[in-house]
């Protein structure tokens, strides 16, 4: 089978949202690569130190620390790492956006004033 990252991967495709983009099928050889891939949670100690190694490298802060409660995957194909994703609950001690409002004088709901 021939290299098909490059471009299954890494085609930038322009999206107009006024024109309805025709479906693509993926080839033969794209099935093939999706249907090896696997999906796996990962728990192991040494995966989790893998996964943050790479959301630190790649990651726009630089920085792979999660609060709260996480759960962290990674994308495999034929033992190779293409992706991770991470995602953590909110801190449970910060206080709901509604908190943070208050209405001028006149104000309707939709319009909310930053304020003490």
């Not at 006024?18 to 093939?32: G, I, L, N, W, Y």
């Not at 956006?97 to 104000?107: D, F, H, K, S």
Request: charged letters at 25%.
């Amino acid at each position: 089978m021939r290299d098909i990252w490059p471009e299954l991967f890494f085609t930038v495709v322009a999206h107009d949202a006024r024109r309805k983009v025709p479906f693509r099928r993926p080839s033969a050889d794209e099935q093939t690569v999706l249907r090896q891939m696997q999906v796996k949670l990962l728990v192991r100690p040494q995966d989790i130190k893998a996964c943050d190694q790479i959301l630190a490298e790649h990651h726009y802060l630089h920085n792979a620390r999660l609060v709260g409660e996480h759960l962290r995957y990674a994308v495999i194909w034929q033992g190779r790492w293409l992706a991770v994703a991470a995602w953590s609950a909110p801190a449970l001690h910060l206080k709901g956006p509604g908190r943070l409002y208050r209405l001028e004088r006149g104000a309707t709901a939709r319009a909310p004033v930053l304020g003490p």
